[in-house]
């Protein structure tokens, strides 16, 4: 986002974000009716009833209480015609009439994007082959396998498939008499050159062609079924990584689903191919598969731009779990919620449709346990839990699912859940639960790792995200911040965002979000509607006093475990050292406190 960013002026940014209306903008997308300051109306990105999306012109900003997304009117554009940052800047800027710089390319880059094009024409050439050798029923194995599978025309169309002959290069000769280079056959993948010989060979031969489009749908790869198991080792082939193409990013099916992913809120993942296909036959569209078993995190992420809930639906059998495992691991871990469809043994999606019907389907889904139930069934199903020790050890590797607890209220039900399967009470769970806390027994997962292009979401806890916004609200709380610390009241993250408050409000008398980059919106927009639906207008004042203090208190906390640490580490070696540790340590609990004898903590 960085990158894309430095693209265009940061005083360009910020003009088209003054001559934006947020309301005129959405009103494009959505009916919206007044209510006090801000305007509510029915979600555009999941399917609702009751009005839960709220905008606020003052601040420049939306927010859905429905399915938690929000920010500014770059990122709802983005959202809602699923553009990159610049797309939504430069369309906007269109639309406002403030003219943007085209972006001055590197030679480098220049001859980066001419390649990208010029394989993405190829592999649309390959595409045709594929395509018209299926359709004028060249391969009649592929023709009856699909006619036995029970796979429709118009499924068969609308996803591309195809057919690479068998024989050794007939896709090959095809393409260089239309003028493509052997360097490009053998970049995407779509041909081989043989040891022995050095000629080129069809990589796909005799295989029903799957195409795979990326999200703004492109075909950058493409998958291959081999018919006859004893003609291949690999049953299915995926393209190589290419310059278009990384496995670990790319879903099959996005690009057909992604619009009824938003409607229904709900992502369901299956195995493969051939599940796609049957579940679109059927009329369930929000469907899409990994190119391989379990989810990546750049696949998650991707999802995660429709939707937050997710429902895995892969086999039953020893891989299929442990893919499930794997999956639900990450897809909490980046903030998903997710449920596991279990199906009868040995059905997949297509037969169970085929033999219970579409609802029946959806019954299951509903019925789905969630991924902290379908753990703890694994995990006690053979358990016997009348020995405390075998209790004991399987809440120790229970207890970490709920640091991945973003509420009160979600750990509540993550806390019953655990006590139950563990047959213990609620009570003892939540003090196991302290206890590690507090003394550090039980490790945090550790941080998912973030491709270099990609820029994290910001980690900032729940409280510094409501001073924060009380900085949106009002410029003026910037002085007892200042007053108390500064920055230095907060954590890293925290600090960034307080800087970059800081910054527009010197440059621009005052803070908007949309002078902020895409990634804060978000959570700047919960905790705007956090403060608006439950803390009077009237204490506003004394909810942002609290919150400052309870700031300090947490750094003067944090200071006195350093003081501590630094003694026990000074003790042996120098008595000067520790007397002034010592003193340190005493002036730090005496501030602390007065400090608690002032606004009470939220409990």
Known sequence: MSEERGLIPQEIIDEINERTDIVSLISKYVSLKRTGANYMGLCPFHGEKTPSFSVSPSKQIFHCFGCGIGGNVFKFLMEIEHLSFPQAVRRLGKEAGVAIPEPQLSPEKKKALQERNRLRAVNEKALAFYRQALVANRVPVIRQYLTARGVPAEIEEKFELGACLPGWDHMTRALMQQGVSTDDLLTLGLSGRSRKTGQLYDRFRDRLIFPIRNGSGHVVAFGGRILDPDAAPQKYLNSPETPLFHKGSEL?????????????????????????????KWGVQNVVAPLGTALTDEQIKRLLRYTYHFTTAFDGDGA?????????????????????????????????LQAEGVEAFYSRIGEAPEGLAFRLKLMTKDADLSRIETQMGLLEKSLPTLDLCKTPAEKDHAIRLIANFLDLSEQVVTDEYKYRMRYGRNRKKEAPEVPAQEVPAPDLTGREWLVLTYLLMDAENFAPIEHYGG????????????????????THNKISAGFLPVMYGEGLAKALSYIERHIPAEKYQQHFNQLITELRLNRLEAQYAAGLQALNESVDSDGDQAREILDRLEALLIEKKLLEQGPRRET
């Open 252 to 280: 099959y099916g996005l690009y057909a689903a992604k619009d009824a992913i938003r409607k229904a809120d709900q992502v369901i993942i299956v195995e493969g191919y051939m599940d796609v296909l049957a579940c679109h």
């Open 320 to 352: 299929g779990i442990r893919a499930t495992l794997k999956s639900l691991d990450r897809i909490e871990a980046l903030g998903g919620h997710v449920r596991v469809l279990q199906l009868p043994e040995g059905q997949d999606p297509d037969e169970f």
């Open 487 to 506: 920055p230095a009241l907060f954590d890293n993250a925290a600090n960034s965002l307080y800087q970059l408050m800081k910054e527009s409000y010197q």
